[in-house]
């Protein structure tokens, strides 16, 4: 019996790069007893909508696209109680998700074969404010702007080269900030410069968070809070502590909790996804335990 699977492209995303083995990858949907119905973004926002209107009618929804595109997805998949499950075919620059999830990158063909051999998983989805979600991570502080404030063009002609001129731009612009987080296991106070909540074990292509450290389905999200340090060498320290993937500086706490609540002196500027999520002085975050099962 042939299943019915919806197909959202965003043909933006990656440089056009989905068109690559596009034909095979859905010659091998067919093979694997698919009926596929593909659906095409034209702007921001349109992901979200298609898979809420019409995801209802299908055994199961893929995406292609970056982590912008799966983010929408999932937000208008959330707004069904018993949503099919996701599958994803990367086309992004930093491609967080896939680099968690094990997924070939800008390989239409391969991330077809993998969903077709793959198996459904709880995945938590996170919740931003009321009314908006978040796939992995919605963050503040140091290097957040870079992934929306690179321009389109330099996205589309150097990929992730483009993040990381980007962020070397931004050196002399890092600002700490009066901040209070109240999460599941108490209360931090003091001046930050970066915080974030997430559920992935890549972030901006980057930075990795130790694969025994994070859980894509439990419940419990993952709290990261860089403080401003008090001598300069501290920065030096922190840095070190990241990219080797230790951990162990004290100005950087990484937490678990299932929600935070973020508290600042001033308007701060937030990203979703990757994009940007706006300017908030307070705002709530939350893990909604697995509503979605995502296929690998």
């Avoid at 019409?54 to 937000?75: P, R, W």
Wanted: aromatic letters at 10%.
């Amino acid at each position: 019996m042939e299943k019915r699977l919806m197909l959202i492209v965003n043909p933006a995303a990656g440089r056009g790069g989905y068109t690559y083995n596009f034909a095979e990858a859905m010659h091998a949907l067919a093979k694997g007893g698919y009926t596929v119905t593909l659906f095409f973004t034209e702007k921001r926002g349109d992901a979200a909508d298609l898979a809420d209107c019409f995801s209802e009618s299908y055994d199961n929804v893929v995406c292609i696209g970056g982590d912008g595109t799966l983010s929408e997805v999932m937000a208008g998949l959330m707004r069904h109680e018993c949503p099919p499950p996701l599958g994803y075919i990367p086309m992004g620059t930093a491609n967080d998700v896939a680099t968690t999830l094990g997924i070939p990158k800008n390989d239409c063909l391969a991330a077809v074969n993998r969903f077709l051999n793959g198996k459904p998983h709880p995945f938590d989805v996170g919740g931003f404010g009321e009314n908006d979600y978040f796939a992995y991570i919605a963050a503040f502080g140091a290097f957040t702007e870079v992934s929306y404030a690179t321009p389109q063009n330099q996205k589309k002609a150097l990929g992730h080269l483009a993040y990381v001129l980007q962020g070397m731009s931004t050196l002399g612009k890092i600002e700490s900030v009066q901040t209070k987080v109240e999460y599941d296991g108490g209360v931090v106070e003091g001046k930050l410069l970066y915080g974030s909540m997430s559920n992935s074990t890549s972030v901006a292509g980057i930075v990795k968070l130790p694969e025994e450290m994070v859980c894509l389905g439990d419940g419990m999200s993952e709290l990261v809070l860089v403080k401003e340090p008090l001598y300069f060498t501290g920065f030096g320290e922190i840095l070190d502590s990241v990219l080797s993937g230790r951990f162990d500086c004290d100005d950087l706490l990484v937490l678990h909790t299932t929600k935070a609540k973020f508290t600042f002196d001033k308007p701060v500027a937030w990203t979703r996804d990757g994009e940007n999520g706006g300017v908030h002085e307070s705002i709530e975050l939350r893990n909604y335990h697995a509503p979605i099962e995502m296929v690998f």
